[in-house]
């Protein structure tokens, strides 16, 4: 057992603050990292404010893992003391049902294990990335090929890069396609460059009128603030695929609208409160779908880190300390981020040295 400092929740009320938990010696297949970096998801403030009502405390959040291995269990044979490593928003799945052989271990039939508040199959429960360190078995861990120096903008491609790779793979997106992408934060604007890398003609959907530019800089060709009618029907019946990030209940039906006959619109944002139910004659007249997706498996999300390395691809993010966090989480809930925060864990050596 290592003794580990971590930023947790103890309620939901509560800001976060330092809190020590003991993390696994490595077992042989295990993998231990030394944490470097971890993007802050909207998923993270979800959880640990309870919005989803199933966060069990203390929570330590955090699923945009990257660090370096510092041990080895003696039958891992793809890392070694000293690789860069990530974990993503998963540590295990009951790896037999039918999801899991196809590598979709997020529609684990017998529910994944997240990287935090993960004990959906029993056991403890798992605490994650805002912390010194984590221990994770071998084949849920994720190779870097970045380049080193561009580490901290690799973690957020854990969750948000994932995210909204797997459904634009999913649903083809590619040279020829009109592809919308709803919200410009963190998932919405790795959607964004992920599209764009894909070939597609990519309209970023906006509250924020002030986003425009930096739409056009990330690979948006088009920028539509979402809130205007008459810039919205301009693109009426005219989209293949929009993905929606919004990390808030909203109506879907305007954007349901701008789909073409057979387009998919697919939800990835999980915000507290239910959006109302679109309007059926909108999805039956064009022979419309609307879908969800989950993050994305292991395999795919090594095809992502793979996709985006290659294509240099990264986050834009904002460092931050860990002591700041609480204040990221209010920036974060008024769209106040460009484009995803993430923590250097070096700063928690701040509290160790005061604990
Ligand atoms: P984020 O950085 O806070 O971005 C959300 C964006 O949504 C904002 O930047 C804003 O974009 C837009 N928005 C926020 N409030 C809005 C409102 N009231 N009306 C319209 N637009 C609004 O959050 P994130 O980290 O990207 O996460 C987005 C959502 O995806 C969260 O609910 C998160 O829990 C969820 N998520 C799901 C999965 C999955 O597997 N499905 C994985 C990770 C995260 P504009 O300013 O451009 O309008
Ligand atoms: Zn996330």
Redesign the pocket.
């Known amino acids: 057992m290592s003794k580990t400092l971590t930023y947790a929740a103890q309620n939901a009320a509560d800001a976060l603050k330092p809190y020590a938990i003991e993390r696994r010696a490595p077992n042989a297949d295990d993998v231990q990292i030394e944490i470097l970096y971890c993007g802050v998801?909207?998923?993270d403030l979800?959880t640990a404010r309870n919005e989803w009502q199933n966060t069990l405390y203390p929570s330590v959040p955090g699923h945009e893992i990257v660090g370096r291995v510092s041990a080895v269990g003696s039958a891992v044979t793809r890392f070694k003391v000293g690789d860069l490593a990530g974990v993503g928003c998963m540590v295990d799945s009951c790896q037999h049902c039918a999801a899991c052989a196809e590598g979709d271990e997020q529609y684990c039939e017998n529910g994944f294990t997240g990287t935090y508040n993960g004990p959906v199959m029993g056991g403890e429960n798992t605490y994650g990335g805002y912390s010194e360190r984590i221990v994770v078995q071998e084949s849920f861990v994720l190779r870097i090929s970045h380049d080193e120096a561009r580490l901290a903008a690799v973690a957020p491609l854990l969750?948000?890069g994932i995210?909204t790779y797997s459904p634009l793979s999913h649903w083809k997106v590619g040279p020829g396609k009109k592809v919308g992408i709803v919200?410009?934060?963190?998932?919405?604007h790795m959607g964004v460059k992920i599209a764009a890398a894909m070939g597609a003609h990519v309209v970023l959907f906006?509250?924020?009128p002030n986003?425009r530019e930096d739409g056009l800089r990330l690979g948006a060709k088009e920028v539509v603030v979402s809130k205007d009618p008459e810039q919205m029907q301009a693109h009426a019946n005219s989209l293949d695929f929009i993905l929606n990030?919004?990390?808030?209940q909203?109506d879907l039906d305007p954007f349901l609208n701008l789909l073409k006959r057979d387009g998919t619109m697919t939800l990835?944002?999980?915000?507290e409160h239910p959006h109302p139910a679109p309007t059926v004659f909108n999805l039956i007249f064009k022979r419309r779908s609307l879908a969800g997706?989950?993050?994305g498996g292991i395999r795919e999300t090594q095809e992502m880190l793979d996709f985006c390395a290659q294509h240099n691809l990264v986050s834009d993010i904002e460092m931050i300390d860990i002591q700041n966090i609480n204040t990221a989480y209010e920036r974060?809930l008024k769209?106040d981020?460009k484009y995803r925060f993430v923590i250097d864990m070096a700063s928690l050596k701040k509290d160790a040295a005061a604990a």
């Open positions: 998801c909207h998923s979800h969750c948000a995210t919200g410009l934060g963190g998932l919405g906006t509250t924020s986003k990030t919004v990390a808030a909203h990835v944002g999980a915000p997706s989950l993050i974060m769209s981020v």
